[in-house]
């Protein structure tokens, strides 16, 4: 066939056309590599008839006077059209991803933000060349492209093609993405892509090696290693559901590594991936690992959150590796965040379900399982379930206070969930290391003299104005330091780092702080204040009090106490979990954090809400009423926000290493790098107080005819404390006091 009666899939500025892409070079390609993605859940065939249609609209006329310049053409819509036609029910399920593989996948019949998938279906489309029957080779009939090990589950039919479909459109957009780049990307992008990834193997050596340098020196170090062997001793058990119930203290992170990786190895799963509820946690953890691999690390690990940097020292080449596989999770090991796994997999738009074919054949550690959010509670379970069912993925429910999301009497809960550490009862009382006492009403000059009694403790409240107003009032205390929100991250980093040495040095240390220094930071005081929160929280508390078992146990006290002063009484949100959490403290006096305990705090908790209030959206609901015809994936996608508010960033730059980034922001062709690199200097507030900050002028616009407000700075630098991080109270001259929790 002569060049000019080619149909191609991308152009270059050549005007012979000797170096564009030929459509079916394009769209076998795309094939090939959609249905190799897929090939772990059995659906390869149906991911490759979606890759060889998902461009199939280029075969017109008007669309190749497209690639030379013309109007803009729907390309997606024939694809989607002839899999209905040809394939039926599973056409109309790829028809979905073949259609949305550009802007994302769109509702069944309801429009949105997107056209319906019924609308675009009955639009007007080019007239479609016949070459395409010669070019491609597609399957005759729907038996050919059926799913081989799609398990179903009566209960949850619709939900499990309303994934598969996510799981498909993920395959296509990877592979479209992937075949693309190799037509155009540059080649320091293509040569960071292709490099070769330390295998699980390599790593496994490594983390042993790591390992046996650890001495057993105190009981806690034997208990530890008796932890380790034994879940490293199940991990020849069948990929499914598990649970490492530890107490805090007990090694869990490197304990659920060397069982992921001796377990992945085992069952031949590709990749390890690490889902953890905070930001800091997923640094923290992340660091752990790159420690442990050693050189290995920055070529085996990806860390996906909203406040990445790569790490100081890291290669260029490393770095470009790295950048790359965040996109669609192309690593051993994979740390991200609550939000950025389960928001993914109720995603609609092509960037956030790039990665998620990536899940399949993987191991899942969900650290802090106790965690999720109630009103999504539901959701979440049945969606890891369901990726435990079918899609070769095995669960790790990670946690010292694991929740009670066991069938039947969790409505859809998990099954068949295999504990991995050796008696978990035998462990919560080897680890025990503190006491709990129970404090009742404490007004704040009262709490202020307890930690004025104490040269080294902690008390850690439920809210950022209570922690100002707390600190206020000790911080001329030797040792008197402050941790909330309302520090940027590497400010956060460094009170930290200054904690753990007074600590280490045995100096007094007077910390107040909010509830984000449960989330695993490694800190280890004599006495810790709790304000009162659900029984999880209060656990995670005692986590940070005789931490590694070197003071006895009664003199490690964890003391429990209602707020006094109205103000500061638990968010509204939290009122359940602190009054359920009160109640089991009356009925397991002698042991409010034993197994018995956290077991009936989460039944009572979860029976008090209902089924409707752990689905609160009524998303499960609502994919199953829709059916495949009327699947509403873009009302999914907006209905599922694990973090339910529109907190706003306002970025900090009080050190060398910040201001020279804003510069750069100011003249950068290409903001992406520069921007992720400031997120660890970026406070976020309500809208109620950006927009005051506003329109004071104590924050502006960075290149705001670039960016828009995309990039807000504080100006007013005043306004931002090395003690109590940004002051938005009226001692500031904004009088914005209480908008701040």
């Known amino acids: 066939m002569s060049n000019s009666s080619r149909f191609y899939a991308h152009s270059t500025d050549t005007t012979d056309r000797s170096d564009w892409q030929p459509l079916a070079d394009h769209l076998n390609a ?19 008839v979606a890759g060889l249609l998902h461009d199939l609209g280029k075969y017109s006329a008007e669309f190749q006077r497209r690639l030379e310049g013309g109007a803009r053409v729907d390309h997606s819509t024939w694809g989607a059209k002839l899999a209905c036609e040809r394939y039926g029910r599973l056409g109309r399920l790829i028809a979905y991803a073949i259609a949305g593989h550009h802007a994302g996948l769109a509702n069944g019949r309801e429009a949105g933000e997107r056209t319906a998938l019924d609308e675009r279906l009955k639009a007007r489309l080019p007239d ?26 009566k209960t949850r039919q619709q939900f499990q093609l309303s994934l598969l479909t996510r799981m498909i459109f993920s395959c296509v957009v990877d592979g479209d993405y992937l075949d693309t780049e190799r037509f155009y990307g540059d ?29 057993i020196e105190k009981p806690i170090d034997a208990t530890r290693a008796d932890i380790l062997s034994h879940a490293r001793s199940r991990a020849e058990n069948a990929p499914g559901m598990f649970s490492l119930t530890v107490p805090t203290g007990g090694g869990k992170t490197l304990t659920s590594l060397a069982f992921a990786l001796d377990h992945a190895i085992a069952h031949g799963l590709d990749r390890i991936i690490f889902v953890i509820p905070f930001t800091s946690i997923v640094e923290q953890n992340a660091a752990v690992f790159r420690e442990a691999f050693g050189d290995l690390g920055e070529h085996a690990i990806v860390e996906h959150h909203s406040a990445f940097t790569e790490p100081k020292g890291m290669k260029h080449d490393s770095a470009a590796k790295l950048r790359i596989a965040m996109e669609n999770w192309d690593a051993r090991v994979v740390v991200t965040t609550s939000v950025q796994f389960f928001e993914s997999l109720y995603a609609a ?8 074919h990536n899940i399949a054949n993987s191991v899942v550690i969900l650290d802090e399982a106790q965690v999720l959010p109630l009103p999504l509670l539901r959701p979440c379970v049945t969606v890891l379930d369901e990726l435990a069912l079918n899609y070769r993925t095995s669960v790790v429910l990670c946690t010292a206070t694991q929740p009670a999301l066991n069938a039947p009497k969790f409505e859809g809960g998990f099954a068949n969930v295999r504990e991995l550490a050796p008696e978990p009862q035998r462990l919560f009382d080897a680890l025990a290391r503190v006491k709990l006492e129970i404090a009742g009403p404490l007004d704040d000059e009262q709490l202020a003299q307890r930690m004025r009694d104490r040269d080294r403790v902690l008390c850690i409240v439920n809210n950022k104005r209570h922690a100002q107003a ?5 911080e001329h205390e030797p040792g008197a330091r402050h941790l909330s929100t309302l520090m940027h991250a590497t400010h956060r980093t460094r009170v930290l780092d200054d904690v753990r040495k007074l600590l280490k040095e045995e100096k007094p240390c007077r910390l107040v702080s909010t509830s984000l220094i449960e989330a695993g930071v490694d800190v280890d005081f004599p006495h810790v204040l709790r304000a009162e929160a659900g029984l999880d929280s209060i ?27 109205p103000d500061w009484k638990p968010p509204k949100e939290l009122e359940a979990f602190a009054d359920k959490a009160r109640e089991v403290l009356r009925n397991h006096g002698d042991d409010p954090l034993s197994l018995a305990a956290i077991e009936t705090y989460f039944n009572e908790l979860y029976w008090q809400k209902g089924v409707e209030a752990l689905d609160k959206r009524n998303l499960l609901g609502l994919i199953e009423d829709g059916g495949l015809d009327g699947f509403a994936f873009e009302h999914i996608e907006r209905a599922f926000r694990m973090i339910d508010n529109a907190d706003m960033p306002i970025i900090v730059a009080d050190d060398e290493q910040s201001q020279k980034l804003v510069r750069d922001l100011r003249f950068a062709t290409q903001c992406g790098g520069t921007a992720r690199k400031l997120q660890p ?28 407000t995309q990039f807000m700075q504080l100006i007013t630098m005043n306004l931002y404390d090395e003690r109590y991080g940004l002051r938005v109270d009226e001692d500031s001259g904004l009088t914005i006091e209480g908008l701040i929790r």
Request: hydrophobic residues 40%; contains cysteine; charged residues 25%.
């Open 30 to 48: 795309v094939a090939l590599l959609a249905g190799g993605f897929a090939r772990p859940f059995g659906a390869e065939a149906l991911a490759h």
């Open 128 to 153: 479609l060349s016949p070459a395409f029957e010669r070019e491609l080779t597609l399957p005759a009939s729907a038996a050919e492209v059926m799913p081989s090990e799609l398990r179903k589950d």
């Open 187 to 215: 080649p320091d992008t293509l040569r960071a892509r292709d490099a070769p990834k330390p295998s699980l193997i390599e790593l496994r050596a490594r983390l042993d090696e790591y390992l046996s340098r650890f001495k």
């Open 349 to 356: 738009r092509p960037s956030r379900c790039r990665k998620l």
């Open 470 to 474: 707390l600190f206020k009032s000790i």
């Open 539 to 565: 656990a995670q508390a005692a986590g940070r009090c005789n931490r590694n078992g070197k003071r006895p146990r009664d003199e490690s006290i964890v003391t429990v106490f209602w707020p006094a002063n």
């Open 681 to 708: 200097y970026i406070v976020q507030v309500r809208p109620q107080v950006h927009a005051r900050l506003a329109a004071s002028g104590a924050i502006q616009p960075i290149e705001q005819e670039r960016f828009g």
